[in-house]
């Protein structure tokens, strides 16, 4: 007996997002996941990620990730976020420990049925999304600190080729501390702040938000990235 075969999600679900929340639109991105982002004036972009999921016949529709931030794509979301981002059991549930299954909307395999849940998920991001958009730029465009050092790093880097970019990329990976370059660029960030010294923690910040930042603009694979970031504080 042939196998059932799925219908496309991704024929229903991006045009439906795209008309239900016409600011956002959709991204390519690797595996089962359907990213929608939203460019603002404010330079941050907002992300919403649906997650599909087949089994046993049925198909599941979440959205996995929301988020605001700097990063120019999705590509690296959630891992490296430059800004807020949370998931929608933690938006449903208020709470960092949720069942497995929050925010999961499941239907049959035909078109009727994911119109259904299609209707669900766009629910779910009327009634928890949106607000924790709001919130998210609010709270970054009150930082200071990440302004500063947005605005900082990217007078530097309108001046700076792809080359130039690679070129850092592969001599820190043979380093056992901070590539030059970027101290120099967080004693820069420190100077904009008028900052005499810098906390551990707000050291910790910058050394984050620079090096991401730097492999966001880029586009650069920078190898256990968020690893090596943190054994350089």
């Not at 795209?18 to 959709?26: I, K, L, M, V, Y």
């Not at 605001?68 to 891992?79: E, G, L, Q, V």
């Not at 949720?98 to 395999?109: D, V």
């Not at 607000?131 to 990440?146: I, M, P, T, V």
Request: with cysteine.
């Amino acid at each position: 007996m042939a196998k059932a075969k799925y219908i496309i999600v991704k024929k229903q679900i991006v045009p439906y997002i795209e008309n239900r929340f016409p600011d956002f639109r959709f991204e390519n991105r690797p595996g089962k996941i359907y990213s929608f982002r939203r460019v603002n004036e404010d330079n941050l972009y907002d992300y919403i990620l649906v997650n599909s999921e087949f089994f046993e016949g049925k198909i599941i529709l979440q959205v996995s990730e929301v988020a605001t931030c700097y990063n120019k794509s999705s590509k690296y979301i959630p891992n490296r976020t430059l800004g807020k981002g949370t998931s929608i059991g933690v938006l449903i549930t208020g709470k960092n420990y949720y069942p497995a299954n929050t925010g999961n909307h499941t239907c049959e395999n035909n078109d009727e049925d994911l119109n259904r849940i299609l209707v669900e998920i766009g629910d779910d991001i009327d009634r928890y999304v949106m607000g924790y958009f709001k919130r998210c730029h609010e709270e970054l465009n009150h930082d200071r600190q990440l302004l500063v050092a947005r605005d900082y790093l990217q007078s530097k880097f309108d001046s700076m080729s792809f080359e130039e970019a690679q070129a850092i990329r592969d001599a820190w990976e043979g380093l056992g501390y901070l590539h030059p370059v970027f101290e120099e660029w967080i004693e820069g960030i420190q100077k904009e702040l008028r900052l005499k010294d810098l906390s551990e923690s707000l050291r910790t910040k910058l050394v984050r938000f620079v090096i991401l930042y730097f492999a966001d603009v880029f586009e650069l694979n920078i190898t256990n990235l968020t690893v090596r970031a943190k054994k350089s504080i």
